[in-house]
């Protein structure tokens, strides 16, 4: 096993660089584009990372123009179901 070369730092910066162009990708679209928030630590990075591309550096979101704000939606499932997170 060869030991990686970069500090924590620099690995930590190449995963979120590789995440942040991702989400950029994924925001060119013919359609508005919206955030699903499953309530987990992904999904809020996501949504973080938009949050950021869409203020910090003015980048559109789908076909929308002149938005002030992202459109995030959730779901809750019948409790019975064992599927439910919205109490979490």
Known sequence: ???DPRTEEEIVEGVRSRL???VRLRLRADVPVGVYLS???DS???AGMMCHLFK???KRIGIEKGIE????F???FDE???MDESSE
């Open 69 to 72: 704000r992202m459109t995030c």
């Open 74 to 76: 959730t779901i809750a």
């Open 1 to 3: 096993m060869v030991a």
């Open 56 to 58: 910090e550096q003015g």
């Open 80 to 82: 019975a179901s064992g």
């Open 39 to 41: 309530g987990g630590v």
């Open 44 to 46: 809020s990075a996501v």
């Open 20 to 22: 942040l162009d991702a």
